[in-house]
């Protein structure tokens, strides 16, 4: 199994914000950044948040991110049907010595 | 602008080995450290192996210690990745990805993918 848990599948409708979580421990994001990914089906994963809650340029404001002890979360507020995707976090595991990512969670845009 | 592509995957059979290449593009790969990320079909990602910038210092998921090596040639601005002793469970799609530049002071790990290169491990 994945070194973080995140729930499998999300969904919502056009407009509402949905939060998706990531849960770790002490020795990856209790100690070490998180990032997330959006991977559109068919295509390459894509650099979504960087440094906990940094958006790189290009990256709309209704995308966030968030993190508290050993969890993480992204948010996604104003929900468009692009945003259909799969997300991933990863973090640095200190144990591991190497990165841990989340199992993935499918959102869907009813 | 910046451009990872990779090439060399393919159907092997288990046991034998393959060699994938990344060819990089766009910025000043020798500053950069540099990771493999695989993905099952269907499945989510994993990390496969990082390079430090210069060569070294190489680290790898369990999963494929021993059997997989990652090197680089700055000269020709490459990554590589060398599997040995393939199994059926290596059959995913092969990522390269790029680190943050050596120094940086805001991580912005993972910030670049290549298209990415299949192999399947088949009999």
């Known amino acids: 199994q994945s070194v973080l848990t995140q729930p499998p599948s999300a969904s919502g409708t056009p407009g509402q914000r949905v939060t998706i979580s990531c849960s770790g421990s002490?020795?990856?994001?209790?100690?070490?950044?998180v990032s997330w990914f959006q991977q559109i089906t068919g295509t390459a994963p894509k650099l979504l948040i960087y440094?906990?809650?940094?958006?790189p340029s290009g990256v709309p404001d209704r995308f966030s991110g968030s993190k508290s002890g050993t969890s993480a979360s992204l948010a996604i507020s104003g929900l468009q049907s692009e945003d259909e995707a799969d997300y991933y976090c990863?973090?640095?595991?200190?144990?591991?010595?190497?990165w841990g990512f989340g199992g993935g969670t499918k959102l869907t845009v009813l | 602008q910046v451009q990872l592509v990779e090439s060399g995957g393919g159907v092997v059979q288990p046991g034998r080995s393959l060699r994938l290449s990344c060819a990089a593009s766009g910025f000043i790969f020798s500053s950069y450290g540099m990771n493999w990320v695989r993905q099952a079909p269907g499945k989510g990602l994993e990390w496969v192996a990082v390079i430090w910038n210069d060569g070294s210092k190489k680290l790898y998921a369990d999963s494929v210690k021993g059997r997989f090596t990652i090197s680089r040639d700055n000269s020709k601005n490459t990554l590589y990745l060398q599997m040995d002793g393939l199994r059926a469970e290596d059959t995913a799609l092969y990522y390269c990805a790029r680190d943050p530049p050596v120094g940086a002071v805001v991580r912005k790990d993972f910030d670049h993918w290549g298209q990415g290169t299949l192999v399947t491990v088949s009999s």
């Open positions: 002490s020795s990856n994001i209790g100690n070490n950044i």
């Open positions: 990863a973090a640095w595991d200190d144990s591991l010595d190497g």
């Open positions: 440094s906990d809650n940094q958006r």
